[in-house]
């Protein structure tokens, strides 16, 4: 058990109420001893059952152990009444505990000596009281009219000290008790059985514990012992077999989920921490069933799996995704559930990864459910999925805070979540927290996946005339300036006036920047640029693949209308500046990637389609100039000082 200051309030209250009641029975039988003394033969049955009581064997899977003492506690019930069976079983639990146990804590320490002493008790003054039957040492009774009665005495005795432990531990580890008792106790019954068998055997033949009784019972208790011992021990090897295929099994689905979200940019630490996440707000929302617990364990690795099917463009495309692209996203909860369906899960894990993108109002993808038909965990790990990726760096979009991320759940309570799991979350998130997960794949295997990305589709238009309707003969005389002042043909003073007056209706931009790639760091260098914050970013290194234009280097995908904060971060954002949107599109010469051209804009969602087409055939002619040597060498010219250009 935990220590008793971290019980929930229902569980200090159950445990407290049965060590008052053990504690009260133990006074009352001790009033009974003084009153009326049972003798020896009592004090050797005790002897007894202490002795055989520490010749114990572990229960599998729980913190509980099984003697063959029932035959001497049965033996002293019979024999000597309710007092004296309640007394042996308090010296049994307390000399056990003290001896095997003794640093437990002392509310666990009181619990297991109370909680036999009560069952017995109870079960012992309803025999009494329903049979009739006087102890065995005052009015003898044949052993036909002692069968059911000692039946019953032992079945209630057995289902109340079982139960009584199932629900401490039920308590303790947040499951059923019924889940608990059925797979841990029900066979534990055929000790109390046994045992009460002998002690009929035991006082219906002679009243008097003789040298010649103990030679036919200790052999009978000696043999039950050791038949319960290599069970338990075939029992205890079956379950850490099965613990280890268990662990097996985990530790293939998490390997799985990690390559996929690799595959999606998206670090190991992410399904980890979804998981925790999960699993803790399923047990703070009462779930019990260790079937469903289990299975959003499962669905919490593996809800992501239907992204094998989506383009890696798609999946870490810095920015808004096109109703085109949004439906192939959308595609990745039904795949994904048949990805699954082939593997025979003991638990429901496909519809949760069917179904985690449902929405409470209906509006969700694939099936469009509502309300309480969406599965419970699904309704939970869509709850804590969005909670971690808002909290978490994304190609799209920097982390936000923990209270920005409740905020927008709470937003979308009753819409997009279920309330009663946006609620409960936003009250326990802080303790269920998961705290020391790994925080991503290691660098070698992520670097090796991100490499295959490299092979992307569809490539930009180049340079070449354009279609009707889309530029005309000023645009691209307006086009041309500015290719000659970014590679440096033309200075910033010659062409400026020219881009000022043309571009500011063309391409309204504050900022436009030429990275040049570096084939010996695979890295984008912002070489050239215009506009007043081009002095803050000059030199900036981009990784390929990553923040924004390194995304488009990597894909070779046109963007528009990212956050220029992805590729700037506070650069962005000073006094004097203030970008809200940005256009980036890669520089390419046949195959090769030269560079990537970004225009930044202090307009939010300034960049449109007609935009889009004008800086792919920059970037175009951009790339030929450089590769065929149309301008000179950008290393003989001097480097064009920055001029501000606005929007108009």
């Given amino acids: 058990m935990q220590r008793f200051a971290r019980l929930r309030p229902l569980a200090k209250a159950y445990v407290a109420s049965v060590v008052l009641a053990g504690f009260a029975t133990v006074l009352q039988s001790a009033s009974g001893l003084y009153t009326h003394p049972f003798g020896a033969q009592w004090l050797i049955l005790a002897a007894l059952t202490v002795l055989t009581g520490s010749f114990t064997i572990k229960v599998p899977s729980i913190p509980a152990r099984i003697s063959v003492s029932e035959t001497f506690v049965f033996a002293s019930v019979l024999l000597f009444g309710t007092a004296a069976g309640t007394l042996t079983v308090l010296l049994e639990t307390l000399i056990i505990s003290l001896w095997r146990r003794p640093q437990e804590p002392l509310h666990r320490l009181l619990f297991n000596i109370a909680a036999p002493a009560f069952s017995i008790w109870l079960s012992a003054t309803t025999f009494f009281w329903l049979s009739g039957i006087q102890p065995l040492s005052q009015e003898g009774t044949t052993l036909a009219a002692l069968f059911l009665p000692l039946a019953a005495l032992t079945a209630t005795y057995f289902l109340l000290n ?15 008790a019924a889940t608990i008792w059925w797979n841990n106790f029900t066979w534990v019954s055929l000790n109390y059985f046994s045992g009460a068998s002998l002690a009929a055997l035991i006082v219906t033949y002679t009243r008097d514990l003789e040298l010649s009784t103990l030679a036919v019972i200790v052999p009978l208790l000696f043999i039950s012992y ?39 940019q998206i670090t190991h630490g992410h399904i980890r921490r979804v998981q925790a996440y999960a699993v803790g707000l399923a047990r703070k929302l009462g779930v019990v069933d260790d079937k469903l617990i289990r299975a959003i364990e499962a669905a919490s690795l593996l809800h992501d799996t239907g992204k094998l099917a989506v383009p890696e463009y798609i999946l870490n495309k810095p920015g808004r995704l096109t109703a085109a692209e949004f439906e192939k996203m959308k595609l990745h909860a039904s795949v994904g559930a048949d990805i699954l369906s082939a593997v025979a899960f003991p638990f429901p894990v496909v519809p949760i990864v069917r179904h985690h993108h449902e929405n409470w109002d209906g509006t969700g993808y694939p099936d469009g459910l509502t309300g309480t038909d969406i599965p419970l965990g699904a309704r939970i790990l869509s709850v804590v999925d969005c909670f971690d990726a808002l909290t978490s760096d994304r190609p799209y979009r920097p982390r936000l805070s923990d209270d920005d991320a409740l905020q927008i759940l709470m937003q979308r309570r009753g819409n997009m979540y279920d309330p009663w799991v946006v609620d409960t979350f936003a009250k326990v998130h802080q303790e269920i927290a998961p705290a020391g997960l790994p925080q991503g794949l290691p660098h070698d295997a992520l670097k090796e996946i991100a490499s295959a990305r490299q092979e992307v589709a569809a490539l930009p238009v180049s ?66 640029g215009l506009g007043d914050a081009w002095p803050l970013v000059r030199g900036l290194r981009i990784p390929i693949g990553q923040r ?94 920055a001029i501000e250009i606005r929007p108009s």
Wanted: hydrophobic residues 45%; negative net charge; proline residues 3%.
């Fill in 463 to 528: 340079a070449g005339a354009p279609g009707p309707n889309v530029i005309d003969s000023d645009r691209t005389f307006t086009v041309r300036e500015l290719t000659r002042v970014l590679v440096g043909e033309a200075s910033a003073g010659d062409g400026g006036a020219a881009i000022a007056e043309h571009l500011g209706q063309s391409l309204a931009f504050s900022l436009c920047v030429l990275y040049l790639n570096d084939p010996l760091t695979a890295e984008l260098s912002a070489a050239h």
């Fill in 226 to 264: 050791l038949t319960f011992k290599i069970a338990m021990q075939r029992v205890e090897d079956s379950n850490r077999h099965l613990s280890e295929l268990n662990s097996l099994y985990l530790s293939t689905i998490e390997t799985l989920a990690m390559a996929i979200d690799a595959k999606d």
């Fill in 162 to 176: 079982s139960w009584l432990v199932a629900v401490a531990l039920g308590f303790e580890r947040q499951q059923s």
């Fill in 548 to 641: 924004l234009s390194g995304w488009v280097a990597a894909n070779r995908q046109t963007i528009s209308n990212s956050d220029p904060a992805l590729d700037l971060g506070a650069f962005g954002q000073t006094r004097s500046v203030q970008l809200k949107s940005c256009l980036s599109a890669p520089v390419l010469f046949e195959d090769e990637l030269v560079g990537v051209l970004t225009l930044y804009s202090a307009t939010l969602d300034g960049f449109g389609e007609v935009h889009r087409r004008l800086v792919e055939i920059v970037a175009g002619h951009i790339a030929h100039a450089l590769k065929l040597g149309e301008f000179d060498t950008l290393e003989a010219k001097h480097r064009p000082k």
